[in-house]
Structure formats: C-alpha cells, structure tokens
C-alpha cells in the first residue's frame, strides 16, 4: 500500500472516488465533493495536496491536507468546514497510515494533524503508540424520535413559555409569520443575499466575517448549496415576519440528517423577540411530522441555548500522529512538565513556635 499526492486542485478528477470513500465510510454531508469542492476553490490556498491510499486498487484512505509550517502538517478546514477533510476504511491501521504519510510528504514533517474528528463518524482511538488524541468542543445535536408534543414537553418550561409569549405578542400586534423552505438551486443566489444583509447588519459585519454574496465565503455557500440543491439534499430555511425576513438557517441533508451549517437573525428584533428560535421551533415541528432524518445536527460548539432543546451532547476531537513513538513521549512528557509549572503550589506553613518550659506530666 502507498500514499499518492497530487495537487488538490485536480480534485475533480478523483470526486468519483472520494464520493465512493464517503459512501463506505459514513457518507457523511460534510465530505460529499459538492461540499469539498467549492470548498477548496473558494477557501483553499492552492497549495493544499489530494493524498490517496491505495490497496489492492481501491482506496483505503483519502484526505486533503496542507502544511502549518516546516514540521507539521494537517487536514484542509477552513472555519466553514465542521469537520476535517479525512476518510479511512473501518479496521485500517491509522498510526501506520500517518507515520507512512508523513514519510511520503516533502520535508521531514513530525506531525500530522486530523482536526475536528467526529466520534459519532469515527471511534475515538485508545492512546497509545504513535497516536493521541485531544478535546475539540462538544456539539449538540436534536434527535428526532417520537412525536413532537412529546419532544416539546420534555423541554424547560420556561423555553414553552417564552416561545407561547411570543406568538401571543405576534397575533396581538398582527404580524404575520411563516417559514418558507427553498429547495430550488436557481433561488439559491438571492437567499444567499439575503443571508448576507442579515448577518453584515449584525455584530459579524463588526469583525470582517460576515457572509456577502461577494466574498469568498458567500460565494462557496452558494456553489456548495446549489450543487446539494440539485442533488435534493440542500435547503435554505427563510423566516419571515410578514414581507420582512427576520431570520434564516443554511442547511445540508445526508446521512439520516439534517446539518445547519449558519444562522443568522435580524438582531434588531433580538430584544422583543426571537426569530432564530421560533424558526427553529417550527422546524422542529416539521421534521418529526415529517420523520425523513434521524437528526438535526450543529456542529457548532455547544451553547447555553443548544441545551434548552436538547440534551444530547457529544464530543468532538482533534487527533495526532508522530513521525515516531518517541516524538509523543517527548512531546507528553514536555506538556506534563509545563502543567506541573504552571500548578500553583501550595503556599509553606509557618514553623510552629516551641513553648519553653517544663513539659506537663
């Protein structure tokens, strides 16, 4: 078995592969070539490598990885991504794998890093060898089980009541609200800009990160979600109060889910209502009626707010490998000693003062 690197930018020649792989190996939405693709082409440096491991002409391994410096090398994940980009065959030895990647890569990297690694989509491996293995952030995810009133009453009573208050104060006021759900990749572009005037009206525009419909990042949700519009596994989630949009959700559909990949919510109506949540609660409602996913996924790290709507939680990891066993030990034994440093130690008692004089009998 080898390793074979090209540029990542002929990464259309091989999707039919990839595609395969992620069939095997889960056939996870975040690793379909219509979500790597525009990926790479919107995000990627182009200097990003395409690695394949071949045995007996079938591939055992794929990834698409990029340098962090001389020594160390990781999986391709721009933040739009939730999960990096790596696929191996159940029962594959992963350590041999990386140590005969890292051989295989120009230089002499010491590490490769596997970020954000899925548990629910690949095992946590046991430490040991080559290998470890670190907290990322827990994620939460809504299963959907049963029916919806029985989901809805197993929620905090003060979620219930904050959502019953305000399509009270709604209906009190006359304003009209519905979700609307779009499907067709040719309404994909103007949801895209609308998505983007939400969001750059918000805290987002502040630091440089919003979504537009000009920036890379507007450009690959709209190529990413028109390709899994075409394939029906794409939705736009827009919420409207009355003929203003209040609120939208972007999503992508697969492996027996539903992802929310971004939200974002007018945050001018952040103080009398909250648009994001009463989307979701309709969601919600939607899927269990409608029983076609097993879940509704984040991805995100968990907030405060993710645990009024559900309580099942789950933690992701990023994982290592070492050019060799010793480098891990070394690199253990540097990080146990700067943690024992850092422990604040507890402070020396006074001597005790000795009382002169005779002992008492």
Sequence with gaps: MTWTLLPATEFAAYADRWAQLNADTGASPLLQPEFVQPLLAELGSGKELLAIYERDGIAAAMAIIAARGPLKWETFQPSQAPMGMWMHRRGADLAAMLEELMRALPGVPLVLGLTQRDPARDPRPAAGGSVSTVDYIETARIRIQGDFDAYWNARGKNLRANMKKQRAKLLKEGIGNRLEIIRDADDVAAAIVDYGKLETTGWKSGIGTAVSADNPQGRFYQRMLEAFCRRGQGCILRYWFDDQVVAMNLCIEGQDCIIVLKTAYDEALSKQYSPAFLMLEET????????????????????????????????????????????????????????????????????LAIEQGTPSE
Excluded at 295 to 312: A, I, P
Aim: glycine share 2%; charged share 30%; hydrophobic share 40%.
């Design 284 to 351: 919600c409602r939607q899927l269990f009626e409608e029983r076609k996913f097993a879940s509704l996924e984040f991805y995100g790290r968990v907030m405060e707010w993710h645990l009024r709507w559900t309580d099942e939680v789950r933690t992701m990891y990023h994982l290592t490998g070492y050019r060799w066993r010793v480098l891990l030990q070394l690199h253990t034994f540097i990080k146990n000693r700067k943690a024992r440093a850092a422990t604040p130690r507890p402070p020396v008692p006074a001597p």
